[in-house]
C-alpha cells in the first residue's frame, strides 16, 4: 500500500507541476522545462534594409541587432537596396499563393482547404509577410560571385515570364527571371493539383566569358513567435528542423539557435530543412545525391532561417545547368510528406512511442476510412484498445475488488495497530497471503497499458486531420476544446465514478487525494481538443462496464461457493 501511496502522490504532484507550468508559459514566463514564450517582438520585414559587406552570410533581411551575434558566413551573397516589388498571386484547388518579384520568394501561402481558427470564416494562412511579428516566407538565390560582383539572391528584382492566374488542368507554372554579376537565373515554379508539393527549378545562365562555380540555397526565413492559435496548456514544437539519413530527423527551437546550442547535421548529401509548427510544416528538398551545407541561423531581432546550400558545379561560358528542387508548404499530410522525400513525414513528431504511435495513426487512417468520420474512428478505436486488454484490465479489476472485500479488515487492522507501521504492515502482508491477495495486482497491467495510451494521446495531438473535424451535434472541430465543455464535464463524472468502483483506501489523506484527481484531470481537459476529452469519456465508459461486469461475475462466484 505504501507504493501505491507514492505512485499517487506522484501523479498528483506532476499533474499540479504541468498545471502551474502551463500557467506560466501562458502568461508569456518562461517554462519550468525549457524552452521560450511564445515572442512577441518585432521583426523585420524580409528584405529590408541592405547589409554593406558583399559578403555577409544571410541572404536575409536586415542587420542584424546591435550587440547580436554574426551568422555563420556563405560567401558571396550580397545585400542591394530592396527595390520596389509586385506582388503575383496565382490559384489552385488547394492554394492561393502569392509571389514577390524582389527575389522571386514565395511570401504568402493561403490553404484553402483549411479554416483559419482564429479567425472564423477566412482561411489558413500559412506563409506570410504581413509585418512585424508575423515573416514567414520561402526563398533561393545564387551565391559565388566575385568580391564586388553579385549573383542573383532573393533580393535581386526579377521580373514576370509567365504565370497563369489560375490552374487549368493538371498544372500551374509562375516563371521568373532575373540577371546580376553575369548570370541569368530562371526560377520556374510548378503546382499541380491536388497537391502541396511545388516543383522549383532553377536555369542558371553563365553569360561571362569566363567559367563560373555558383552554388544554389534554399531558405525558408520565420519569426521567432508561436502561431496564433498555439495553446498555453499543452506543447507543441514550433522551429527549424533537418533531416539527414545519418543523423535522422533533428529540430532545434529558436531559443536554442539564439544561443548557440542548435546541434544538427552541418553536412550531408541527402534529406530535407524544414519548419514545423502544430499541424502544418513548410520545407525544402533538394536533390538526392547533392552535397549541401545546412544551417540555422538568427538573422535579426526574433527573425530566424533554416537553410541549406549546394554547389552547382562549374559551368562554362554560354552553358547553363538546371537545379530541381521540391517546396512542400501545407498540412502535415504523413502519407503525401513520406511520398516526397524519405523522413519528411517526421514533422509529426511522436517522440520515443513513435515506434507505437505510427502504426496507431495508420490504423486510425483505415478505420476512418471505413466509417468516414474521425469522432467515431476515436471511439472505434478506443473500443478496440480497450478490448484488447480486456484480459490485463480484468486482473486489475479482480484484483481491486478482492481490495475492496478486505477493505474493512484493513480499518480493523489499522484501529488495533494505531500509528505501529512496522505491526501493521506485517499484518496486512499475512491477510495478503492469506486470501491470495496481490497489492499491486491492480496497478501493474495498467502500467503495461499506460504507453499505448500515451500514444494515442500524442497521435491524436498531432494529427492534422483532427483538424476541423466534426464529430456530431456541438462538436465541430475535434481539434478545439468542446466549446460547451459536456465532454470535460462527463470525464470528470466518470472519473468519480471510478474512484467510488475502487477500494477506498486506508489512509484518509490517500483517499481525499483520489478524489481531488478526477477535479485536476477533468479540469486540464477543458483546455484540451475535444478529440481527446471524447478518448477519455469513452475509455472511462468502458472501463466503468468492465469492471461492473467482472465484479458482478465475482459476486456470482463467491455465492457459488458459500451455498
Known sequence: MDIRRTVLWMIFSFSLL??????????????????????????????????????????SAAPAAAGAKTPAKVPGIAQTAASASEKVT??????????????????????LKYKSQEHPGQVMVLLDDAGPGSTYVAQTGIVGAAPGQTYPTHLTPFHVVSAQPTLVGNQLKVVFEAESGGVKVVKTYTLHKGRYDIDVQNDIYNLTGAPIDPSLYLQL?????????????????TGPAIYSSEDKFQKATFSDIEKGKASYIKQANNGWVGMVQHYFATAWVPPEGTVRHNEMLRLSNNLYAVRTVESVGVIQPGAHKVINSHLWTGPQDQKAMSALAPGLDLVVDYGWLTII???????????????????????ALTLLIKAAFY??????????????????????????????????????????????????????????????????????????????????????????????????????ATMFLQVKLNPAPPDPMQAKLMLIMPLVFGGMMFFFPAGLALYYCVNNAVSIAQQRYIMHRLDKERAAVHR
Not at 528584405?47 to 559587406?53: E, F, I, K, L, R
Not at 518579384?101 to 490553404?111: D, F, I, R, S, W
Not at 504511435?357 to 471511439?379: R, S
Open 90 to 111: 496565382v490559384k489552385t484547388d488547394v492554394y492561393q499563393l502569392t509571389f514577390d518579384t524582389l527575389g522571386a520568394q514565395l511570401v504568402k501561402a493561403e490553404l
Open 391 to 492: 484480459p490485463l484490465s480484468a486482473a486489475s479489476y479482480r484484483s481491486m475488488a478482492k481490495m475492496k472485500l478486505v477493505a474493512p479488515r484493513l480499518k480493523q487492522l489499522k484501529e488495533k495497530f494505531g500509528d505501529d507501521k512496522a505491526k501493521m504492515n506485517a499484518a496486512m502482508m499475512e491477510m495478503y497471503k492469506t486470501e491470495k491477495i496481490n497489492p499491486l495486482g491492480g496497478c501493474f497491467p495498467m502500467v503495461i497499458q499506460v504507453p499505448v495510451f500515451i500514444s494515442l494521446y500524442w497521435v491524436l495531438l498531432g494529427s492534422v486531420e483532427m483538424r476541423g473535424a466534426p464529430w456530431i451535434f456541438w462538436i465541430h472541430d475535434l481539434s478545439v476544446r468542446d466549446p460547451w465543455f459536456i465532454l470535460p464535464a462527463i470525464m470528470t
Open 18 to 59: 504541468l498545471l502551474w507550468n502551463n500557467w506560466q508559459v501562458h502568461n508569456g514566463k518562461p517554462s519550468l522545462f525549457g524552452g521560450s514564450p511564445a515572442t512577441t517582438q518585432t521583426a523585420p520585414k524580409a528584405g529590408a534594409a541592405p547589409v554593406a559587406d558583399a559578403n555577409v552570410s544571410v541572404p
Open 221 to 237: 526565413t520565420r519569426d521567432g513567435s508561436d502561431p496564433p492559435s498555439t495553446s498555453g496548456f499543452y506543447h507543441t514544437f
Open 357 to 379: 504511435a505510427k502504426p496507431m495513426f495508420k490504423f486510425m487512417t483505415w478505420l476512418h476510412a471505413l466509417l468516414g468520420n474521425w469522432g467515431w474512428t476515436i471511439v
